[in-house]
């Protein structure tokens, strides 16, 4: 793919289409009345778009959202909202944190919800975007992943037992994505996991 239709595919003009999962959370869980949804996404868009050209900010990538009956979302949910329950989750690469929003969304208590990303614009344009600074009571970190001299994921180690990895280890290399596993795991809680889509090709 050459530069000029990689730029072509990398953004795509207007809202997308009607995402059903995507503007409910936006209505009932932002507030945000369904006749604004629109004009609303453009703006936080462009908002993204003129902070950083990446892919998933011009395809609208941000949108998707985890299908309520898959059966490891269903189970994922199980486990957080599970009364007594002990685990938490980590949503690596988080971006703008829209899993950690249809979770809450869907009952899971703020304090067992945590993000990380590199990119702290992404964090915050995510407050932007769901309206919910005051509200969402989850924890964000900022740092590399992959930088062994970056430390500052490691507040993290012992607070969660579920990785949400959506759409990140198809972006590494085999040697970074064994890498990655290995800090994210950083301890030896009994159950960790790990669940999300990648993309991957047939060798």
Not at 3 to 24: C, E, F, H, R
């Amino acid at each position: 793919m050459d530069i000029l239709t990689l730029q072509k595919w990398a953004y795509t003009d207007g809202v997308p289409s009607y995402n059903a999962m995507a503007y409910s959370l936006l209505q009932h869980y932002s507030g945000i009345p369904e006749a604004n949804i629109d004009s609303h996404l453009l703006h936080i868009r462009k908002l993204a778009w003129d902070a950083s050209r990446q892919p998933f900010i011009g395809r609208w990538k941000f949108l998707r959202l985890a299908k309520p009956l898959d059966p490891c979302y269903q189970q994922v949910l199980f486990r957080l909202t599970l009364p007594e329950s002990t685990d938490s989750i980590l949503d690596i690469g988080c971006g703008f944190g829209q899993a950690l929003r249809q979770l809450r969304a869907n009952g899971v208590a703020g304090s067992k919800l945590f993000g990380a990303d590199i990119e702290p614009r992404f964090i915050s344009l995510g407050y932007d975007l769901f309206r919910d600074k005051e509200t969402l009571g989850a924890t964000f970190v900022t740092g590399d992943l992959l930088n062994p001299d970056d430390r500052r994921l490691d507040v993290l180690s012992g607070r969660f037992t579920i990785v949400h990895a959506d759409s990140f280890f198809h972006l590494l290399s085999w040697t970074e994505q064994l890498y990655a596993a290995k800090r994210l795991i950083m301890d030896d809680l009994p159950d960790k996991g790990f669940f999300g889509w990648q993309q991957a090709v047939s060798a």
